[in-house]
Structures are given as structure tokens and as C-alpha cells.
Antibody, heavy 119, light 107 residues
């Protein structure tokens, strides 16, 4: 059974940093692109980042480019999201998701972890 | 970026009825559209992708039609477990973009 479990969320002040983790199990992690997607309170879904199988390629929307960094450790079946220079508008539930191989389809999602950016 | 416009944002129906949700892309995405279901306490579920391909486990009462810029998710003979929030997503290019969601509630 595919499982994605996020951790590392919490309350952080504007301008500070936070690192999220996602522990994957139930599939060969190194064979799949992985992504982070977020959902602000009462809002819709926003894609945040994607990383290739080896980690050599990363993709971001303009809203987080230069502030967020996605990375992975295939030996640990783990995905990470380093978030710097956090803003109040980054407040959201962050979901780890698996791409269907290298496609742009997200076939499995985690339960999500809440990040609140506030002073 | 491809903007996805989803409507309606809210829909009320009774079990047994059929409903349709619209998703429009700001430019052609061929048939590269996915639909997801969001339910409280559960992980988001991929229902349909590439316009019409049912993900394994998706009941056949779910279907999608359309190509290019206009797509419609139809759910026939609603079951109690279908009441949820539905999102469309274009999977044609980066950045990946989603519709704003449709909340389907029991009438």
C-alpha cells in the first residue's frame, strides 16, 4: 500500500525558515517524480514543487521560486521541502504527492501537514 | 500559465441523481485533464486522468468528456460516498494548475 506521511509543520514567524519531510513507503520511491502541493485555509490546491527521480531536475511556480527548495533522499525514501523567507501567504496545509512516474498526474497524496506563518 | 476555471463552486444533489461539473482551461490542454476527490479525513484521490481514463478503483459512474479547453465531469446515480469536493487539474505543462473546486453536498 502506498503511504506518504508528512512531518515538520508548525508555527513560524515571517521571514524564518522551515523544512518539511515526507516519508514514503509501499513503492519503489526512486522510480517516481515527487511533488509538494499546498492548500491555504478555505482555498483550493496550489502546486508548489516537483523533483525528478534522481533529483537533478526541479520545478517550481513563480510564487515560491527562489524561496523554496525541493530535495529527496532515495536511500531513505524521503522527500523534503526547505522553505525560506516565509510569508503569511505561505500559510497552508502542505501535501506530499507522487507523480505517476514522470507524468504530470498526481496519483497518491499524503494527509498533509499544517504550516502557519505568523508573528 | 494555464488558468483552470471550474464551476459551479457548490452543488447540491440527492443520491441517485446525476450531476456535472465543468472545467475550462485558458488554452488548449489537449485531453490532459485530471479530476481529484477530496474528503475529510482521507487523502486526495485521483479519479480520472488524460481526459477519460479511470484510475484503478474509480467506479464507472464517473466519466469525463471534452478536449482542448472544455471538460465536464459527470457522476451518474450518485452514491452517498460521492459527496465530496472535486478538483480538476491540467497535466499538460508546468506549472501544474488546479481548478478552484466544486463542493458536492447532499440535498
Amino acid at each position: 500500500e502506498v503511504q506518504l506521511v508528512e512531518s515538520g509543520g508548525g508555527l513560524v514567524q515571517p521571514g524564518r525558515s522551515l523544512k518539511l519531510s515526507c516519508a514514503a513507503s509501499g513503492f519503489t520511491f526512486s522510480n517516481y517524480y515527487m511533488a509538494w502541493v499546498r492548500q491555504a485555509p478555505k482555498k483550493g490546491l496550489e502546486w508548489v514543487a516537483t523533483i525528478s527521480t534522481s533529483g537533478s531536475r526541479t520545478y517550481y511556480p513563480d510564487s515560491v521560486k527562489g524561496r523554496f527548495t525541493i530535495s529527496r533522499d532515495n536511500a531513505k525514501s524521503s522527500l523534503y521541502l526547505q522553505m525560506n523567507s516565509l510569508k503569511s501567504e505561505d500559510t497552508a496545509t502542505y501535501y506530499c504527492a507522487r507523480h505517476y512516474y514522470s507524468s504530470y498526474i498526481l496519483d497518491y497524496w499524503g494527509q498533509g501537514v499544517m504550516v502557519t506563518v505568523s508573528s | 500559465d494555464v488558468q483552470m476555471t471550474q464551476s459551479p463552486s457548490y452543488l447540491a444533489a440527492s443520491p441517485g441523481e446525476s450531476v456535472s461539473i465543468s472545467c475550462k482551461a485558458s488554452k488548449s490542454i489537449n485531453t490532459y485533464l485530471a479530476w481529484y476527490q477530496e474528503k475529510p479525513g482521507k487523502t486526495n484521490k485521483l479519479l480520472i486522468y488524460s481526459g477519460s481514463t479511470l484510475q484503478s478503483g474509480t467506479p464507472s459512474r464517473f466519466s469525463d468528456s471534452g478536449s482542448g479547453t472544455d471538460f465536464t465531469l459527470t457522476i451518474r446515480s450518485l452514491e452517498p460516498e460521492d459527496f465530496a469536493v472535486y478538483y480538476c487539474q491540467q497535466h499538460n505543462e508546468y506549472p501544474l494548475t488546479f481548478g478552484s473546486g466544486t463542493k458536492l453536498e447532499i440535498k
